[in-house]
């Protein structure tokens, strides 16, 4: 084992070992001319608490939040304000029980995805869409229903 420590000394600035109750923790302190920095998680994961009957042009609002890292997503007004600039994955999941429906995800106020979902025959379905987009800080995204016919949706976004 001390080779392998050996082997890597001009990696590191500092490397502490102990043996705990037969295992060994490895504490290692990189050199301090090393300036690469790793940029924060920015994510978010909510969902509708209930079932909602939507109307088109109605902006989904998602409720129960279980992640907001960063701090962009408002679960009372369902809108996402970009804390930071750089590159965004969005994805939504639709449920239907019964009818026609479509999303879309718009951004600074334009259209960036959108989902379409039929329900035949007293079937339920679902649809999932995903967006990956540069977003600068301070937009704001937001989900809404373009054309329903009313039935019963639950969604969730992350």
């Not at 504490?27 to 301090?32: A, P």
């Not at 608490?49 to 962009?72: E, M």
């Not at 379905?125 to 039935?151: A, L, N, W």
Request: proline content about 3%; overall charge positive.
């Amino acid at each position: 084992m001390q080779q392998r420590i050996n082997d890597h000394c001009e990696d590191v600035t500092c490397l502490l070992i102990n043996n705990v109750n037969g295992r060994y923790e490895v504490s290692v302190t990189g050199k301090s001319n090393h300036n690469e920095t790793i940029p924060p998680v920015i994510a978010f994961h909510a969902f509708m608490s209930k079932d909602v009957h939507p109307g088109a042009g109605r902006r989904l609002v998602f409720d129960l939040t279980k992640t907001n890292q960063g701090k962009g997503y408002n679960g009372h007004t369902g809108v996402f304000t970009c804390p930071k600039t750089g590159m965004y994955v969005f994805v939504w999941v639709v449920r239907i029980y019964a009818g026609e429906h479509s999303t879309e995800l718009m951004i600074h106020g334009s259209v960036h995805g959108s989902t379409f979902l039929r329900a035949k025959n007293g079937d339920d379905g679902s649809v999932s869409g995903t967006v990956v987009v540069h977003v600068s800080k301070g937009d704001r995204s937001m989900f809404g229903i373009v054309q329903h016919i009313p039935e019963m949706v639950k969604l969730a976004v992350t």
